[in-house]
């Protein structure tokens, strides 16, 4: 059978982190930057794994599990074949432009171009948005159940569902996805990232103490989750750890919605001031953030971005900045500078345009 090419981008979170775990809201949108994986179906259920990024090739079946990259792959043919798929095995080579260990969701990007070529092998219909929806929680309890990496959703959700030109309102108390337009060429601006190259690892346990913060919290509150806890109540809980966790949680899920209502006003000011607190809340509240991060989003803001907040997980990865297109270079160099003058790694920049979802490329020639 002829190989089946598949792609999925990575994505930046504008607004709305540590959120989707507690059934919160956030506002993500695709990045331009794809993982792409190439799928070679063969008999047995053995799958053979390369990548362009790595030089060794995995070889095994899914009940080896498999360290690193290569378990992202194996946990979404372990989900879908536990969904009742007849998933075959295969040969399959990645390659990605979603940078690694950045904040920027690597991962997902990778398990949405897996499950996107599995789809397609299986007859899938990807037209379907209630099958994207199937395949992105598949992909979520590869992450989560397989690799043992307790991310909340939203980077499997938004890469299976973006839209160009749109950021993505999730909403994980009703599991909603809406469609925002982000109108920014039209403003004349841009939101750059500013990978600080400090990586970032779902999986070393500091985001798993965050989430089970949050729950410690929400128990605390008496609530089910911190999503309908109350801002007076969350006051008022004794332990400073747990109410500084809470407040992040439900001030954040305000923003979001602030951030929905500046977008839709076109009040580019009013994004950017919510960016700002949220990077405070960040910081202060939620203490995910990091020197460099810290760094990014003050040198960031002083070489004139309108606002800037660090993005995804934290402990390391990326902050995204609102910055005027003709400022790009000027936030560029100071941000460089900032770090040189601090002894610190350059850092790498991208600008996030709102993308596409996963989906098909081609139908290649067969291998060999």
Not at 203 to 211: L, V
Not at 342 to 368: K, N, W
């Amino acid at each position: 059978m002829p190989a089946l090419v598949a792609s999925a981008p990575g994505r930046v979170n504008l607004i709305g982190e540590h959120t989707d775990y507690n059934g919160g809201l956030c506002l993500p949108l695709a990045l331009p930057q794809r993982t792409t994986f190439t799928l070679f179906p063969r008999s047995g259920p053995a799958l053979s794994l390369s990548s362009a990024q790595e030089d060794s090739v995995w070889e095994g079946v899914v009940e080896d599990r498999p360290d690193g990259w290569p378990a992202y792959v194996a946990g979404v043919v372990q989900a879908l074949r536990d969904d009742g798929h007849e998933v075959p095995g295969f040969e399959a080579s990645v390659d990605s432009e979603v940078p690694l260990g950045a904040g920027l969701s690597s991962s997902a990007a990778l398990e949405c171009s897996a499950a996107t070529a599995l789809a397609a092998l299986l007859g899938l219909d990807l037209a379907d948005r209630g099958v994207r929806r199937r395949l992105a929680t598949a992909c979520i309890r590869a992450e989560t159940d397989y690799v043992g990496a307790p991310t909340g959703g939203m980077d499997q959700t938004v890469a299976m569902l973006a839209r160009p030109g749109h950021a993505l309102l999730l909403d994980f108390a009703d599991g909603s996805a809406t469609p925002v337009e982000l109108p920014l060429d039209e403003a004349r601006l841009v939101l750059l990232v500013i990978d600080t190259r400090v990586s970032h690892a779902l999986t070393d346990g500091s985001y798993g103490n965050r989430r089970n913060e949050s729950a410690d919290a929400a128990r605390a509150l008496g609530v089910s989750s911190l999503r309908v806890a109350n801002q007076a109540r969350v006051e008022e809980l004794e332990d400073d750890v747990l109410r500084r966790r809470a407040r992040h949680v439900v001030s954040e899920n305000l923003r979001v919605l602030a951030a929905v209502g500046a977008i839709g006003d076109r009040d580019w000011d009013a994004l950017a001031d919510v960016l700002d607190a949220s990077h405070t809340s960040m910081r202060d509240d939620f203490e995910i953030s990091c020197r460099e991060l810290d760094l990014a989003v003050e040198s960031a803001r002083a070489a004139g971005a309108l606002g800037a907040r660090m993005t995804g997980g934290g402990f390391g990865g990326s902050a995204v900045a609102l910055v005027a297109r003709k400022a790009v270079g000027r936030v560029q160099a100071d941000v460089t500078k900032a770090f040189a003058d601090a002894g610190l790694e350059e850092p790498a920049y991208l600008l996030a345009i709102p993308g596409d979802a996963a989906r098909v490329e081609s139908v290649a020639s067969s291998a060999g």
